[in-house]
């Protein structure tokens, strides 16, 4: 059996598969606050789907986990996963004695790039956009996860759009992160809610000038990041997820009307289609959680991540 | 005998490789204006490389050509090689019964980053960012060029960085070709000189405000590719070259500058050692015709380019 494991920052999924790859079971729990918590809520995760799907633990030949924050790539310990409230964490040491299967954990967002790619069943080229609390992408060239030369591929995050933008985490100026991440954008709306990015929709929906101008930022941001991954990569397919895709549709026809409105005058642009050339995971998607277990059931050692540093995701921020 | 040549919009370069793919000859010839005028000043590099080689036309196995615009994938046929007169142009059908080999014909960029790749001699990640009358990239993944979906892979020149920024011939504004392309910058320079971009650095150096504007534009835009390059694809090195580098030292010294400055906001930024990750070929680098030889006598269809189309090539002005 191979359990994949997607450890969010409010809940935690896990997906088990069939020798064929299908999910044949699939159970979300809350996900706990720091380091211990973390590692009961993977275990009784795991142990809540091998009741659902009826296997035993001994059954488990390997488990992979999903995680968000700077995963080193030959331990897979995991480091500065500030949503978890984990500053630095072994997952697989930790699970030594719990769990007999192989352990491999993996950033999230590259996690939930494979399973993308999986669910989407061809084996070209393709990006996964994680528009979350931060912006990310992973990408899939020739059917396989591009891993970089040191853990930056897919960081268009931090490419500076706009040199009079808002200030980002990461020291720069107009950030796609800081323009359409649902941290900075939730910050610079200032309003407690419990998804604020719906918040700002709505207000926007109802007038609001300060909601519309963060929303429309945040669209056009979004579909800066397609762009820069069309005209970098030329991926045939961009596809959107994360957190802010709980949005749906009201997501997408925004960013779909930000690529439409720069491509009225730009008819290069219009030739590329990019409205045609993005797709937005359906809500509940377990694109993570399934890539995770692909990533755990991998024999390559490229499969846990790149290279990124402790460092840089801290000045990442 | 493997001939590759680079045709440029002054001068065309060939080269001669050994069977071990050393360069054994070298020529240059200005090229002429004109579809005609072109496949004449091709016949001639040909012709006198191989009195200067020593070798009979019949000893050529393999014709590569590099060479600015559109290039069909899987005709060869060029289109909209503005620089060089040529609206549509089939090289291979126009060199039958004048060269008895298999002729094969790229985009200059693709031919310069295969030939960049080569002298550097490693089979890593590496883009080459061609500084020339427009801005593109060719991008190295795995040993291999990377060719992209739709012929739009590297297309970092059409990426905007400046909502605020110059129209470009695409529609778009601020886009990084508008503010560090030689053509839109010797544009909006608007004095007439033989190489308009020494003569605003010259200009800027002896303290000319708007020369002063215009160079620090340009290698803020560098810079932003690079830095597009480095955290969309995460190439280990960015190999800078085309016509603008001819100004060498005084150039790079400006764009990395320009890094250190971003940079000094941002420890990310600095992190990354993007001052370090740039290369600028030497002036008189046989890069493009070494690449346009070796994708000539590759076997694989695919080295011919991507799938560019007319109308976008048309559009991306």
């Known amino acids: 059996m191979r359990v994949g494991l997607d450890v969010g920052g409010t809940k935690t999924e896990a997906v088990a598969l069939s020798p064929r790859g299908e999910i044949i079971g699939r159970v979300r729990r809350p996900t706990g606050w720091g380091s211990d918590a973390v590692i009961q ?162 207000a926007a929906d109802a007038g609001d000038a300060q909601a519309r101008e963060l929303r429309d930022g945040l669209a056009r941001a979004a579909a800066a990041a397609v762009r820069v991954l069309v005209l970098t990569a030329d991926v045939e397919v961009v596809v959107l997820g994360g957190g802010l895709t709980a949005l749906g549709e009201r997501l997408e026809r925004e960013i779909v009307e930000s690529l439409r409105r720069e491509g009225e005058g730009s008819a290069f642009l219009t030739s590329l289609r990019l409205c045609e050339r993005i797709e937005m995971l359906p809500a509940g998607s377990p694109a993570a959680a399934l890539g995770a277990a692909l990533i755990g059931a991998d024999r390559r050692t490229s499969a846990t991540g790149g290279h990124d540093t402790e460092e840089r995701a801290a000045l990442r921020g």
């Not at 500053?87 to 993308?116: F, M, W, Y």
Request: aromatic share 4%; glycine share 18%.
């Open 41 to 202: 809520s993977i275990l009784a995760a795991v142990a809540e789907l091998a009741e659902t799907v009826g296997f035993a633990a001994s059954d488990i030949e390997t488990v992979g986990i999903g995680i968000p924050g700077v995963v080193e790539p030959d331990t897979g310990q995991v480091l500065h996963a500030v949503n978890l409230g984990v500053e630095s964490l072994d997952i697989p040491g930790r699970l030594v004695g719990e769990l007999a299967a192989r352990v491999r954990v993996a950033n999230d967002v590259k996690a939930a790039t494979i399973g993308a790619a999986s669910l989407r069943g061809e084996a070209g080229s393709m990006a996964y956009l994680n528009l979350g609390t931060g912006v990310a992408a992973g990408i899939i060239l020739g059917g396989d996860l591009w891993h970089g030369a040191h853990g930056t591929a897919g960081e268009v995050g931090h490419i500076s759009v706009d040199p009079n933008g808002r200030l980002c985490g990461c020291g720069q100026r107009g950030c796609i992160e800081a323009l359409c991440g649902g941290g900075p954008v939730a910050r610079a709306w200032g309003r407690p809610g419990a998804f604020p990015i719906r918040d700002i929709f709505d």
